[in-house]
């Protein structure tokens, strides 16, 4: 057994990182462990002139697909929106594009609003001097004064339009619609020892640059310095808990397979998603039966994706094609409640440049753009490098029937039993994708794109995961407080996209790193009686 | 992963199959001075990097041959050209994963990135040039004002 520690944190993403820096003022003993290992930026795909192969095998997004040692499986059969993820130290911050918004005010208050789903028991002011934080910290690109937002601090400038923003940016301005550069974790100067972006076109798959702030390169370092242990290749089974109701660790499988237990004083779910509840269900026991933390019923379930719709044209002009980062400007023109759109709430739009001659040979013949034979060559050359657009980031209603289970055969290396994903678009969602998808082609046909192509909604897009430990001050309705205690085991804390109570219509990395760093600063805030 | 394990798993009927089918796909073109992707060093390529697609791609290609009669080289040139548009009439999607392993392959060969006028070489560390932009186009969404709810 290993010594006790006085705060384990299971994961080391997003937000697991968060909280160990934060902690980590606090001198107490503190372990992370993290299933997957530190990401090394030479093996980034980007380094090599196999860059886009290497995209869909050892940096896919996909787990099932990468099906690596760090990678459980997961079965999302019976989901039209495909689960991605990264395991490693930090998590899906290594593969995501850094599109950062921060949720809107409005977001907290759907059920005051507009009278759908819950309202969140803190609000847009309760996170505001943490979104704050994790922006310096993470080191966001932005330019200040953005209409859809209340005021916020730009960290550094924002990353160039280039001809797909300034293309983009007329035919909005046309149109008379929102439209602003956006918040990316992606420095746009040297920050903080990283380097600046170098256009490289790849953020999806890791930065071998170490422009983009995964938290490997960022909240990591720093909570390394100040002692916390980061224990990698090291996958949790279940969480042990005492006649108190209190947990008292965790067993794991360290990178040997050898199942070994960590006792803790206090334990920090980080796993976002999918692998919190899935760790939850697998700790059902005698004391919690249903599975730990579960008196509500709600561990797993209410679990809400970003349904996502893609809308791409071809232009007459040469654009910026793959040149450039991922993430460059965005729109909240249709983000908030309009009645007369037929459904309530909304989403954002994030603009994208154009593919890779790899990506764009297969998705050129999958959208039937470029034929087989003949005419490939042809057509090929009148897309590449002229072909761009969006996808809409709709917000998805949390509904109780949207869940993780356990799978009742599939297990992953060390015989964990893998999760099980039962998901379903809803109405509203829909109604949002198909208005998203129109005005998209809107934009597009103002902007002069022909060849239009949609695809609603997106198969593999399922990065954000989140509801399935929702935050509510009612046990009976939510799994964690408003502080991110369990309501049923006063030492147990979760920190991820679990706790969303809804999902807002923006990436939610920006937010889970808010709440991780509000809930660590509450733990710090309270320790004298924490537990009462 | 990628492995050269791949390159012999593949058998000769099914890699045959396999440089007859993208061949079809992405014939060499005189006016744009590029190979077809059934070009020897395309295809060696090619071989070596079929990945995790190996067991579909494997799948497919059976199923090419067997549709053909047996082998799809059995066939004229034009009669494997109808086969394959009428599998895929049937089912496109059975293609994706040969226009994937086929894509990754041609799309990264000197030649052909040269012709779309793409260096050949990693993007890093050189990394590439991109516009700053006219930020005067946001000064109409700055005099509209503010668009979000104050909702505290």
């Known amino acids: 057994m290993n010594d006790p520690v006085d705060v384990l944190i299971i994961g080391g993403g997003a937000s697991g990182a968060a909280v160990a820096w934060n902690l980590a003022e606090t001198r107490m003993r503190i372990v992370c462990l993290e299933q997957g290992d530190w990401p090394q930026s030479s093996d980034y795909p980007s380094n090599g002139r196999n860059w886009e192969s290497r995209q869909s095998e050892d940096f896919a997004i996909s787990p099932n697909r990468r099906a690596s040692s760090a990678d459980y499986p997961v079965n999302d059969d019976a989901s039209p929106i495909k689960v991605a993820n990264f395991n490693g130290v930090g998590g899906g911050t290594v593969l ?4 950062f918004p921060r949720f809107h005010p409005s977001d907290f208050r759907v059920r005051s609003l507009d009278g759908v789903a819950d309202d969140w028991p803190i609000d847009y002011r309760t996170l505001e001097p943490f979104y704050a934080l994790n922006d310096r910290m993470m080191g966001i690109a932005g330019l200040a004064g953005d209409p859809a937002y209340p005021d916020k601090e730009a960290v550094m400038p924002p990353l160039p339009l280039g001809k797909t923003g300034e293309t983009f940016g007329q035919a909005m301005n046309e149109l008379g619609w929102h439209w602003w550069p956006c918040d990316a974790a992606i420095n746009s100067r040297e920050y903080e020892g990283r380097a600046p972006c170098i256009n490289l076109g790849h953020c999806g798959h890791g930065c071998a640059q170490g422009a983009k702030s995964s938290t490997d390169i960022t909240y990591w370092q720093e909570a390394l310095r100040n002692r916390v242990e980061v224990r990698t290749r090291c996958r949790v089974s279940r969480i042990e808990t005492n006649e108190d109701r209190m947990a008292t660790g965790a ?3 360290d990178a040997n397979g050898e199942e070994v237990f960590q006792p803790a004083e206090i334990v920090v779910m980080a796993c976002n998603g999918i692998g919190t509840p899935r760790i939850l269900l697998n700790s059902a026991s005698e004391r919690f039966p249903d599975g730990l933390a579960n008196s509500s019923g709600l561990v797993g379930r209410n679990l809400m ?9 071809r232009f007459d002009k040469t654009l910026d094609g793959f040149r450039g980062s991922r993430v460059f400007m965005w729109s909240m023109e249709f983000y908030e409640t309009d009645p007369a759109r037929g459904y309530v709430r909304g989403y954002c739009y994030q603009f994208t440049r154009g593919f890779g001659p790899v990506m764009q040979a297969i998705n050129g013949m999958a959208d039937g753009l470029v034929p087989w034979g003949e005419g490939h060559h042809d057509a090929y050359r009148r897309l590449f490098d002229r072909q761009a657009g969006m996808v809409s980031i709709c917000e998805d209603l949390p509904e109780e029937i949207n869940t993780v289970t356990l799978d009742t055969s599939l297990r992953d290396g060390n015989g964990i039993p893998a999760p099980k994903i039962t998901y379903r678009i809803g109405e509203n969602t829909q109604r949002m994708l198909d208005h998203s998808v129109a005005r998209g082609t809107e934009i597009l046909l103002k902007a002069g794109a022909q060849d239009i192509v949609t695809r609603s909604p997106l198969s593999y ?13 009612d046990p009976k309705r939510s799994v964690v407080n408003e502080w991110g205690r369990s309501h049923d085991v006063k030492n147990l804390f979760i920190v991820d996209g679990s706790v969303f109570v809804t999902s807002g219509g923006v990436n939610p990395t920006s937010t889970i790193q808010a709440i991780a760093l509000y809930v660590s600063d509450q733990i710090k805030a309270r320790l004298h009686d924490l537990f009462d | 992963m990628t492995s050269s394990t791949e390159l012999v798993a593949l058998s000769s009927e099914q890699f045959e199959c396999l440089r007859l089918i993208v061949g079809h796909m992405i014939p060499a073109s005189e006016k744009h001075g590029v190979p077809g992707a059934d070009d020897p060093k395309i295809m060696a390529d090619m071989a070596g990097t079929i990945g995790r697609d190996f067991d579909a791609l494997s799948a497919i290609l059976d199923i090419v041959n067997a549709a053909a009669g047996g082998h799809l080289g059995d066939l004229h040139t034009a009669e494997q050209r109808d086969l394959l548009a009428d599998l895929r009439l049937r089912d496109s999607a ?5 226009e994937a392993v086929a894509a990754r392959a041609y799309y990264r060969d000197d030649r052909v990135l040269k012709s779309i006028g793409v260096e050949p070489r990693a993007p890093f560390p050189q990394g590439y040039v991109v516009d700053e932009g006219d930020w005067s186009l946001l000064d109409p969404v700055r005099r509209r004002g503010a668009i979000y709810r104050d909702a505290g």
């Open chain 1, 96 to 99: 995501y594009a850094g599109h």
């Open chain 1, 251 to 253: 067993w794991y499988f």
């Open chain 1, 305 to 313: 994706f970003h349904p996502y719709a893609l809308v791409r044209g």
């Open chain 1, 461 to 473: 897009a399922g990065w954000h995961l989140l509801g399935t430990a929702r935050m509510g001050t």
């Open chain 2, 94 to 98: 059975l293609f994706g994963v040969i």
